[in-house]
């Protein structure tokens, strides 16, 4: 509450505080950021480590990449000491010409293709599966701990991992998928070996790694829903669809919006499931742009270190547009983030 003092305000002691607050906005951007280390500088002295780390192993390289994709660096013309004789760089900055040659290229039109096929299709199922595990488990029953348990489990073995033994599983010969099959008087299936089987096959592997994240986030997200919701619509008449479809997906949102956003950038350059488990194969069928990428620069020969940046940099501008689209139309309906 005001207090009248009955004394007038002093003019002078008003414009002298108005020019402190004008000075003390108007103070320059050195000045603030020295004030900003002199208060916050164990803050500053914790981040240093990890912005250092990150700028070593992850702007570092970037940088190189757009750089070398604006030349025509190959294993030929490259700096390389061979024995006691160093032999210098001869390669030359060509502008976006890499860049121009690739779009001009069917082959990458065709990744670009199988790409976006293979991303949609293990993400929308992963979340689909991840969904329904999460309204499963989130019931009470016995021995839900120990279901929640053995789903996360996939995640817990390393890719690498899990990728060679589903590539032991789908051995035509040997494998555990076509004996059973035998046992039923069903002929082997080709899994790697066909070129539609592969695709079926890499993102059948893709899902099972991908749906204990979809289930731990989703699961967490439905704990965070309050109970009374589903009494109230229940008391009201509400069926089931009715309540998953007014309460349960409203209140997933914005949890939903960001595992979608992470598991699309990670599936988009999911590596080692592809080159593990088919190489590309059969032929090219499974390829896509992050293991061409990777064959332009350490498999094929002479080694393309500009072609490959440049196919690593439009993968990180399509995703960058991705994630700019993608969060606008989140804008749109109201979920910032």
Known sequence: MAVDTGRPMDPAAGAKGARGRVRKAGTPPPRRIRDALARHWYAWAMVA??????????????????YLSLTDANEANVERTIGVNHIPATYKTVGLDNFRAI?????????????????????????AIGLGLAVLLNRR??????????????WAVPAFVSVFAWRLLYNE?????????????????????????????????????????????LLGGLQSIPGELYEAAEMDG???????????????RSVSSTVILLSTIWTFNMFPVIFLLTRGGPGDSTEILVT??????????????????AWG?????????????????????????
């Open 49 to 66: 480590p990890v912005v250092i780390v990150i700028g070593l192993i992850i702007g570092y390289p970037l940088v190189r990449g757009v």
């Open 103 to 127: 779009l001009d290229d069917q082959v990458f039109w065709d990744r670009l293709s199988w790409t976006v096929t293979w991303t949609v299709s293990c993400v929308a199922l992963t979340f």
């Open 141 to 154: 029953f016995a021995g839900r701990t120990l279901y929640r348990s053995l789903l996360i489990l996939p």
């Open 173 to 217: 010969k040997n494998g555990i998928l076509n004996k059973v099959l035998h046992g039923g008087g069903i002929d082997a299936v080709p899994w790697l070996n066909d070129p539609t089987m592969a695709k079926v096959s890499v993102i059948a592997v893709n899902i099972w790694l991908g749906v204990p994240f979809m289930l731990v986030a």
């Open 238 to 252: 509400a069926s089931p669809w009715q309540r998953f479809r007014h309460i349960t997906l409203p209140g997933l």
């Open 292 to 309: 061409y990428a990777y064959r332009l620069s350490f498999v094929n020969s002479p080694r393309d270190f500009a072609g490959a940046s």
């Open 313 to 337: 940099v439009l993968i990180l501008l399509i995703l960058m547009l991705f994630a700019v689209v993608y969060r606008r139309s989140l804008r749109k309906q109201g979920e910032v983030w």
